[in-house]
């Protein structure tokens, strides 16, 4: 070999390794993309986080919206049966919603966290971004409750948050600066502790009659579904299936719930590889081996 093939020969070994080097070939299974990892974030530029597809969705899809429309659309024609029965002398008729993914919208708080390649929940930015307002009503929310109070209907919220002192303060300030009725302390309970609501539920059910129950999540109807096995909850929503619609009105919510917890044991998880590859077993329990 002549010495000029020699150099042509390093000089296309160095451009291809230089070439990898650029197109992140080599970072991506080396020790930066290890830390990227161990900081709690996917080892790219966020392109195969698995939050994106449910965030599009919830960002994007007018399926998203009929969704909800359909399920106030339910609660509409549910409530107008009980009216069409109920005497004076009956106990008040009242519904209970929970407040984050069934009245308010929180998507920007997810856009934010995909924009920083977080693809978990971060209780710590959700604190931050709390305070700010930029809550959006569900859609379908809105009408119903106005309609709740112009038939006479009281309207109880009942949710779980704690951001500290004002916890209570930020989520009363939400239902306001939205406009929703019977936005005053009367109306809302909020748990910061627990996300047991069964004594709020119990406390309203001594003084009124519950026409329904409205969230995102099976445990703000029952605190049966509160469990750490995918297929037990499974098995108990079969139970209730006839509830859905009639006595619980379910709103879509592919970001976070406690059918997390089912799949972790946690319903906040934290951002490792190992929950990574547990999200991924869930997500394969059933798939077609193509092999």
Request: hydrophobic share 40%; aromatic share 10%; proline share 4%.
């Amino acid at each position: 070999m002549h010495d000029s093939d020699a150099v042509s020969d390093a000089d296309r070994k160095r451009r291809r390794v230089l070439t990898l080097l650029l197109a992140g070939g080599v970072v991506a299974t080396g020790p930066i993309g290890a830390r990227a990892s161990e900081r709690g974030r996917p080892c790219d530029e966020g392109l195969n986080n698995p939050l994106l597809w449910a965030v599009a969705w919830k960002q994007t899809a007018a399926e998203y919206h009929a969704l909800c429309h359909q399920a106030y659309n339910f609660a509409r024609i549910q409530l107008d049966l009980v009216l069409a029965e109920h005497k004076a002398t009956d106990k008040p008729l009242a519904v209970i919603a929970d407040m984050d993914d069934t009245i308010l919208h929180a998507g920007n708080y997810w856009g934010h966290l995909i924009n920083e390649n977080k693809d978990f929940f971060d209780d710590s930015i959700w604190d931050e971004w709390i305070p700010n307002n930029l809550v959006t009503a569900v859609p379908g929310s809105l009408d119903f409750f106005n309609y709740c109070k112009a038939v006479d209907v009281e309207v109880f919220y009942v949710t779980s948050r704690n951001q500290g002192e004002r916890t209570y303060a930020y989520a009363l300030e939400h239902l306001r600066f939205l406009e929703f009725p019977f936005a005053d302390g009367a109306h809302l309970t909020v748990f910061t502790e627990t996300s047991d609501k069964s004594s709020a539920r119990g406390e309203i059910a001594e003084t009124h009659k519950i026409v329904l129950f409205i969230g995102d999540n099976l445990n703000d109807y029952k605190r049966d579904y509160y469990l750490k096995d995918v297929e037990k909850r499974l098995a108990l929503m079969e139970r209730d299936r006839k509830d859905f619609g009639r006595k619980f009105i379910l709103l879509p919510n592919p970001t976070d719930g406690h059918w997390v917890r089912a799949i972790f044991g946690e319903s906040e998880p934290q951002p490792t590889d190992a929950n990574r590859r547990t999200l991924k077993a869930a997500a394969t329990r059933s798939a077609w081996d193509r092999r």
